[in-house]
């Protein structure tokens, strides 16, 4: 297997950031398989050391040196990993470090484990409330308190409501209701009642029929439910009630819930606070 | 203001990863307060000069240059950014590109928008599924299917098993149901009878009852359920049942939702699959 090669991410804190940079990198070199392994909360000089002692045994034992995405803040431990470590270390954090200090004309404070802990109070409350609000109104399940909602996801059972919802919530901190649009809003030809007074936060999920049923197929196969017939009605129909009512849409079939979660707060212009 | 400085994240994707690791620099220089501002979806030459147009803009108007956090696959486009904004831009993609062509002796496509949207239908299938999985089996709301779960978080009620759970099905994939611990469960000195048969798989959550009033009484304020004595009960009740029984457990009270859960995955070995 020459094309494969075993990859660390080696972080003082979680490892997510380093995983997610990362992988945008080694996804550009798509004929090589990586393995990937993560070494988080590497926060002293004992669990630097058996962290080095992991990559080298990994280096002796493949008889090639992996690459090691490395965040720390600590400089000396970060030096460490780069000096000892028998591998390609790409280290995210000191090379940014210094010209920051310059531009900024102070010392940074070198200190691990602040970019998600440290949020305030106030913060981490928002974000909870967050959380439970769009957990609470997930799928319509409850209309009480919508005129709360930052913005209020419509589309078609399976479309992406959940999870661009939590996704919002979890990431950003924006409390994102959902509700489902069914055969019975097509025939008032429509909107539900309960977001009718709510339409300026409204904003329309579609997806391409075919892939629709995909998921459907996964999750009630053989249905009338997940037929090509039915999603190519329901996503007609949806579309055109979301036309007549001018509420923005966006096409989830081929975008991750990253991506749509992003591009809906982008078009609505919600804050996006980051924690 | 002369600590104020003004930050952009310039992405040709959603911005997200260039967000998370500038904000892990930035909260090293805690005496600047930073204004930000995310332009996502630079995918074309016309969007960048309209970025480089804002970055410039801002630069005149403040009388200062802003710090870019530039993420771009495009290496003209990211060429551009560097030359032609009045800024520090920080460049996190291009930086580490060449070393992994050289190590990997292998050319990058250079290809946007492939971190996230490209997973395959199998891995997409399968992070839906552990969504909809943690979401249907919320706060013990359904104990079907509980075999099926690859971790069960339990803990009294909000000491952060809801939003713990959530971002491991988002962020990690990973199928989580959690399961309230309550005053009837310490009556009877045993787990609930659902989660019983599922040992192996329980991890508990456990919290400061001082942080856990302050959570309680944003919620419920002045309640018998939010007050100190309460609080105090139950943690003190829901430690030795989880000591008793063996459950491993991690303490949420000064830990981000990201922190709790790397934790977790990381004491138990789940796999991390990244998307």
Chains 1, 2 share one sequence.
Do not use: W
Request: aromatic share 8%.
């Amino acid at each position: 297997m020459p094309n494969r090669r075993t990859v660390f991410f080696v972080s003082d804190r979680t490892g997510i950031t380093a995983e997610m940079l990362g992988n945008s990198l080694l996804v550009q070199f798509d004929e090589f398989q990586f393995q990937r392994r993560t070494i988080p909360f590497i926060d002293s000089m004992p669990k630097v050391d058996e962290a080095i002692a992991e990559i080298n045994a990994t280096a002796a034992q493949e008889g090639r040196r992996p690459i090691v995405f490395c965040s720390m803040a600590d400089e000396v431990a970060a030096e460490r990993i780069r000096q000892r470590a028998d591998a390609l270390t790409l280290d995210l954090f000191q090379i940014f470090i210094t010209p920051l200090e310059v531009e900024l004309d102070a010392r940074s404070s070198h200190a691990a484990g602040r970019s998600h802990g440290m949020a305030s109070s106030h913060e981490y409350f928002a974000r909870m409330e967050a959380i439970n609000f769009t957990q609470a109104h997930d799928d319509g399940a409850q209309t009480r308190d919508l005129a709360k909602a930052q913005i209020i996801l419509v589309g078609v059972s399976r479309c992406g409501k959940t999870p661009t919802s939590l996704y919002m919530a979890l990431q950003f901190g924006v409390r994102a209701a959902n509700f489902p649009l069914t055969p019975d809003d097509f025939a008032d030809r429509r909107l539900p009642g309960s977001v009718m007074p709510f339409r300026e936060k409204l904003f329309g999920l579609t997806i391409n029929p075919e892939r629709l049923r995909e998921i459907r197929e996964e999750r009630r196969p053989g249905s009338r439910y997940a037929s090509l017939d039915n999603c190519r009605h329901e996503v007609r129909e949806a579309e055109h009630l979301m036309e007549r009512e001018r509420i923005p849409m966006v096409d989830t079939t081929s975008k991750s819930i990253e991506e749509i979660a992003t591009t809906i707060l982008h078009r609505t212009g919600l804050r996006r606070p980051v924690y």
